[in-house]
C-alpha cells in the first residue's frame, strides 16, 4: 500500500538548518508529484514546496531558505531548510500529488495520500 514517512525533524536553533526526509513506498516516486507541507497549533495546514519530475514550487515564505530535492533511486524526497526561524516551527508533512510529468502545486487539496508528520521547532 501506499505509505510516506517523514524524518529528520527536532529542535534547532533560528539561523540553523535541517533537513526533512520522505521515504515512499507503494508506488513510484518519479511517477508522481510530491509536496512539503506545514501545520502550526491554531493554523490552517499550508503548502511549502512541491516537486515533480520537470520544476519545483516554494511558497514565498520559504523561497530562497528551503530547497526540495529527490532521489529517485531511494524513494526518498527530502526537504532542506536553512535560516531558519522561529515562524517554520510546524508539523511538517509530505503527501503524494498528481502526475510528476506536468508542473505541481501547493495546494493540498492536490494531494492524496499524506505522511503522519515531523515536527520541526525553532527556538533558542
Known amino acids: 500500500q501506499v505509505q510516506l514517512v517523514e524524518s529528520g525533524g527536532g529542535l534547532v536553533q533560528p539561523g540553523g538548518s535541517l533537513r526533512l526526509s520522505c521515504a515512499a513506498s507503494?508506488?513510484?516516486?518519479?511517477?508522481?508529484?510530491i509536496g512539503w507541507f506545514r501545520q502550526a497549533p491554531g493554523k490552517e495546514r499550508e503548502g511549502v514546496s512541491c516537486?515533480?519530475?520537470?520544476?519545483?514550487t516554494y511558497a514565498d515564505s520559504v523561497k530562497g531558505r528551503f530547497a526540495i530535492s529527490r532521489d529517485n533511486g531511494r524513494n526518498t524526497v527530502y526537504l532542506q531548510m536553512i535560516s531558519a526561524n522561529p515562524e517554520d516551527s510546524a508539523v511538517y508533512f509530505c503527501?503524494?500529488?498528481?502526475?510528476?510529468?506536468?508542473?505541481?502545486?501547493?495546494?493540498?487539496?492536490?494531494?492524496?495520500?499524506w505522511g503522519q508528520g515531523a515536527q520541526v521547532t525553532v527556538s533558542s
Open positions: 503527501a503524494r500529488g498528481q502526475s510528476a510529468h506536468v508542473s505541481c502545486s501547493i495546494d493540498p487539496m492536490a494531494y492524496d495520500y
Open positions: 507503494g508506488f513510484m516516486l518519479d511517477d508522481y508529484a
Open positions: 516537486i515533480s519530475s520537470g520544476a519545483r
